[in-house]
């Protein structure tokens, strides 16, 4: 089975570029379709050459194939001639462990004109892509059920992602800002991730009889957390969404009975040691610290920013004053079942602004100034310093875990995994009532 997978630029945003830049260590056939009047042309790029692709007009401009010239035309694919080959593409940079690399790939890769700009998609066998999601989402290191248990989750979201790319021709995109992180080939494969797709091969994870919507996270700080509380709803962009029942949120261990309120996170994150399978996560517990001048110096303007965005405009409240002021401080009125801040009022000088949704939350807290791009993750709470006027001097934000928190999280399976559960029983625990069936 075949996916196809759109890939973005540098930024891990954008799903088309000004030019790309194609090259593999083996030869490759270069096919060049829809130049007017003229049929399909087979040329072959050899080791060391360089093909550029940009768009003039409506159409490719295509360079760097000797036997070719320059030729215009409305799509590319390049393939393989024989056996499995890396397809390069040097102009787009991806961060995997150990450094930054030029993303490879195996299969083809199909480059087409949208607009004034270029459209990539590798075009992969499920197996192939499952091993580059692998490579990038999950350390070797790992358990091999835990590994396994995400080789499901990541084959069944490859196919079945929660946000349709149909429309723009391609199955799935390779950004974790939107679906999940596909870097290509890369060095990371151990062989644990080559074992956990062997003995996995074409399962998926099904909900009555229908694929289910396989998120997963980082590390869910104690406890995972309900789809609804996170996500809005793909097509209606309504928040909450319909709850999912195999999406509830689950407790990873012993909790207090004060969790999730802010008194209950307090405690977990002050316990030396939390009796949860996600405790041993150097990310279970993180604090940042700000001063209220590097705060205000920044957060206005991330908000700002936010409010002109489609994605995150609706989940901002201004004021009356429509002004932001002077922070006083923070206050988390809504908490889902796993702690995470579903709706947070920042208090300033000017009236209060109330945010919504945790990515937004988190993302309000965009600070270059001390490099972050936004938090670990909404499950939050603060304690403040104040300065002889009693104006806020420094703000701590304690928090817990990385990540969404929804459906599978990698550290729990990790957990899991040590205490022997097999990986159809970890899918089970974040899934519940979900099953793995093959394709």
Known sequence: MKVRVGLTGNDLKSLVHDSLHVSSKDMVWVTT?????????????CPGQVLSVSVRGPQLLVTGLPQLGIAVCSRVRVAAKTGVTSIC??????????????????????LSAVGSKVQAVAICDLEDY?????????????KLEAIKAQAVSARTYGLYPRISHEAQG?????????CQYFAGITSNITLNHKQAIEETKGEILTYQGKPALALFSSCAGGHTESYENCFSDPLSGQFPPEPIAYLKGVAEG??????????????L??????????????HFRWQVTLTADVLEGHMHHAVETMRQAAEFASFIVAPPSNSFGHINSFEI?????????????????????????????????????VKLERLKSARIFFDYKKDKLGLLSCVAIYGLGWGHG???????????????KSYKEILSHYFQGAVVQVL
């Open 170 to 178: 391609f199955t799935v995109c390779d950004s974790y800002l939107c």
């Open 406 to 420: 929804v459906g599978l999280q990698q550290t729990g399976a990790e957990g899991l995994a040590r205490q022997g």
């Open 254 to 267: 012993k909790l207090s009975s004060a969790f999730p309120q802010e008194a209950g996170l307090r405690e």
């Open 89 to 110: 593409l040097q102009s787009l940079r991806r961060p995997v462990a150990g450094g930054v690399v030029a993303p490879c790939y195996h299969g083809e890769l199909e």
């Open 33 to 45: 379709s829809g130049e007017k009047g003229v049929s399909d042309k087979q040329s072959e790029l």
């Open 269 to 282: 994150w002050r316990l030396r040691a939390p009796q949860t399978v996600d405790a041993w996560s150097p």
């Open 333 to 369: 009125t809504n908490r889902g079942v796993s702690g995470v801040a579903v709706a947070m009022k920042i208090n300033t000088s000017k009236g209060q602004w109330l945010i919504r949704k945790e990515l937004v939350i988190r993302s309000v807290f965009k600070n270059p100034e």
């Open 130 to 142: 499952v091993r580059g999601v692998l490579g990038s989402e999950i350390p070797g290191s790992y």
